[in-house]
């Protein structure tokens, strides 16, 4: 008996650093070696990349993974892209159950396809299923399927600079009842969207409204996962700046009006003191910002790389610190982060009824955003190998 609860224990500890939920461990988990490709007879046409618009069309095929409470995960299946037929009364319908992740695959110089970072993508959906009690999986199998997915439709994937495959692993809670509950069914499948550059040539800068009567976020919330229903609820405030001149909200949080995000991405915001000393800001992870591989990236290069005049740091700050250093002169920079864009400048921040000016040193562009970008398009790219950031499909 003793020994019998010592390998119980044992396999719970490996499952757990695998990502599975305790409940799962007598079931079948995911497996990426039981694939099975079904390959399509009516290859679609594909765009010149000057047509690519995002998320409008999508690959030859798509990669899916049923689960069930009784059996655990079942057979991976990559088959011609395909519509959905559920139940009206299926959860995902009713009470979000839904989650998703937002990555890219680019493809090299060596017609090699790359994957960036996507150990963070898997860990991160892994965090949003616990959260709303869908099934967890080993995040190392879905990234050999995705793999294998890229390959199938390798052609879809374009050439060139800010050229990439948006891939948007997605998990729903598939149960037919209108009951609240666990949901005993779920489905993971990956669609494929090829997509070109955010900004056609160079960068854009935008325009951003502080928000603070709308919340994106709240302690105890999950605004730290990303499930779909964090975004419905961010349309409207977004139309309302856009009728006031503004493209993005500048999510602020509480009566202090902490900054925490931009749209849907991370910001970080650039100083220079009296002294001459610099600084990087970006909120920290308190619950309220989502956990952006972005976000993570700049963190970390800007940390190695950056010369010794600069601090990069995760703290609170607040739309009133913005305000009064831009009035002295210390806002030099300011953009936000994320997979779509990489990073997006921001020229100006509504609050109050005016407009605060961020200077924007070259071009369209401050100088380090320009750095960070091309610090980050070379890695995705696999023009320099850094970390293992870099994961070539196999
Ligand atoms: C709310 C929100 N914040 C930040 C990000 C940036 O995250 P990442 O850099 O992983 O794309 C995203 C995009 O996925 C997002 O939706």
């Given at each position: 008996?003793?020994?019998?609860?010592?390998?119980?224990?044992?396999?719970?500890?490996?499952?757990?650093?695998?990502?599975?939920?305790?409940?799962?461990?007598?079931?079948?988990?995911?497996?990426?070696?039981?694939?099975?490709?079904?390959?399509?007879?009516?290859?679609?046409?594909?765009?010149?990349?000057?047509?690519?618009?995002?998320?409008?069309?999508?690959?030859?095929?798509?990669?899916?993974?049923?689960?069930?409470?009784?059996?655990?995960?079942?057979?991976?299946?990559?088959?011609?892209?395909?519509?959905?037929?559920?139940?009206?009364?299926?959860?995902?319908?009713?009470?979000?159950?839904?989650?998703?992740?937002?990555m890219k695959a680019y493809r090299d110089t060596n017609n090699q396809i790359?994957?960036?970072?996507?150990?963070?993508?898997?860990?991160?959906?892994?965090?949003?299923?616990?959260?709303?009690?869908?099934?967890?999986?080993?995040?190392?199998?879905?990234?050999?399927?995705?793999?294998?997915?890229?390959?199938?439709?390798?052609?879809?994937?374009?050439?060139?600079?800010?050229?990439?495959?948006?891939?948007?692993?997605?998990?729903?809670?598939?149960?037919?009842?209108?009951?609240?509950?666990?949901?005993?069914?779920?489905?993971?499948?990956?669609?494929?969207?090829?997509?070109?550059?955010?900004?056609?040539?160079?960068?854009?800068?935008?325009?951003?409204?502080?928000?603070?009567?709308?919340?994106?976020?709240?302690?105890?919330?999950?605004?730290?996962?990303?499930?779909?229903?964090?975004?419905?609820?961010?349309?409207?405030?977004?139309?309302?700046?856009?009728?006031?001149?503004?493209?993005?909200?500048?999510?602020?949080?509480?009566?202090?009006?902490?900054?925490?995000?931009?749209?849907?991405?991370?910001?970080?915001?650039?100083?220079?003191?009296?002294?001459?000393?610099?600084?990087?800001?970006?909120?920290?992870?308190?619950?309220?910002?989502?956990?952006?591989?972005?976000?993570?990236?700049?963190?970390?290069?800007?940390?190695?790389?950056?010369?010794?005049?600069?601090?990069?740091?995760?703290?609170?700050?607040?739309?009133?610190?913005?305000?009064?250093?831009?009035?002295?002169?210390?806002?030099?920079?300011?953009?936000?982060a994320g997979t779509a864009a990489v990073v997006s400048p921001i020229e100006?921040?509504?609050?109050?009824?005016?407009?605060?000016?961020?200077?924007?040193?070259a071009g369209d562009a401050g100088e380090l955003t320009t750095q960070v970008?091309?610090?980050?398009?070379?890695?995705?790219?696999?023009?320099?190998?850094?970390?293992?950031?870099?994961?070539?499909?196999?």
């Amino acid at each position: 008996m003793q020994i019998f609860k010592q390998i119980l224990n044992t396999t719970c500890r490996k499952s757990l650093m695998k990502g599975q939920n305790i409940n799962n461990i007598r079931k079948m988990s995911l497996d990426s070696t039981k694939l099975e490709i079904t390959k399509t007879t009516t290859p679609k046409e594909k765009l010149p990349n000057d047509q690519l618009i995002f998320g409008k069309t999508f690959t030859d095929h798509m990669l899916e993974i049923e689960w069930t409470q009784e059996n655990g995960w079942g057979v991976p299946k990559i088959s011609p892209y395909h519509n959905f037929s559920f139940d009206p009364s299926t959860v995902v319908f009713h009470y979000a159950f839904e989650l998703f992740e937002g990555m890219k695959a680019y493809r090299d110089t060596n017609n090699q396809i790359r994957t960036f970072r996507s150990d963070k993508n898997m860990i991160r959906m892994n965090q949003s299923a616990e959260r709303i009690a869908l099934p967890t999986f080993d995040g190392e199998e879905l990234m050999k399927l995705i793999d294998k997915f890229l390959i199938t439709d390798e052609s879809f994937v374009p050439q060139g600079a800010g050229y990439s495959l948006y891939l948007r692993p997605t998990l729903i809670g598939t149960t037919a009842s209108l009951g609240v509950g666990t949901p005993d069914k779920a489905l993971l499948y990956v669609i494929a969207s090829p997509v070109g550059p955010y900004y056609g040539t160079g960068f854009k800068p935008v325009s951003l409204e502080a928000t603070d009567y709308a919340v994106r976020a709240w302690p105890g919330g999950v605004g730290n996962r990303k499930l779909g229903a964090n975004y419905a609820p961010c349309i409207l405030p977004q139309l309302e700046a856009a009728q006031r001149g503004y493209q993005q909200n500048l999510w602020l949080f509480g009566d202090e009006g902490y900054v925490t995000e931009v749209g849907t991405m991370n910001v970080f915001f650039a100083f220079k003191d009296s002294e001459g000393k610099k600084e990087l800001v970006t909120a920290p992870l308190d619950g309220t910002i989502l956990e952006g591989v972005t976000r993570d990236s700049i963190l970390q290069l800007c940390k190695e790389r950056l010369p010794s005049e600069w601090t990069v740091v995760e703290r609170k700050f607040t739309i009133h610190e913005i305000e009064e250093r831009a009035a002295k002169g210390e806002l030099i920079e300011a953009f936000g982060a994320g997979t779509a864009a990489v990073v997006s400048p921001i020229e100006r921040i509504g609050w109050k009824g005016k407009d605060i000016s961020v200077p924007i040193t070259a071009g369209d562009a401050g100088e380090l955003t320009t750095q960070v970008a091309e610090w980050i398009r070379k890695i995705q790219y696999g023009e320099e190998e850094y970390k293992n950031w870099s994961r070539v499909a196999k």
